[in-house]
Nanobody
Framework: QVHLVESGGGLVQAGGSLRLSCAAS????????MGWYRQAPGKERELVAT???????NIPDSVKGRFSISRDNAKNTVYLQMNNLKPEDTAVYYC?????????????WGQGTQVTVSS
């Protein structure tokens, strides 16, 4: 089965930048979208950014203008560039793949990587 390997999390001061990477173990047939979600303690998991198979992105207002998502289809990899980080961005960030198998959707999740932004 497909598994996702995340990297790039860590500690950063407010205003700094991080770049997260998520590499899939194999070509994802039936790929619908790939991207990132995050979850802070006591909070629900929320969308950060996704890019679909046609290249369209979905980025919520909470991070729009600071975060961007890109992909390298040849490497089965998606990136999250995070600029001007704020303490409220502190969370565990999870890579996500939404895949269609026989027309049915499946979600595959990475292990999560901690992003901590200090004041």
């Amino acid at each position: 089965q497909v598994h996702l390997v995340e990297s790039g999390g860590g500690l950063v001061q407010a205003g700094g930048s991080l770049r997260l990477s998520c590499a899939a173990s194999e070509t994802i047939f039936g790929l619908n979208a790939m991207g990132w979600y995050r979850q802070a303690p006591g909070k629900e998991r929320e969308l950060v950014a996704t890019v679909n198979s046609l290249g369209a992105t979905n980025i919520p207002d909470s991070v729009k203008g600071r975060f961007s998502i890109s992909r390298d289809n040849a490497k089965n990899t998606v990136y999250l560039q995070m600029n001007n980080l704020k303490p409220e961005d502190t969370a565990v960030y999870y890579c996500n793949v939404n895949q269609l198998k026989s027309g049915r959707p499946y979600d595959v999740w990475g292990q999560g990587t901690q992003v901590t932004v200090s004041s």
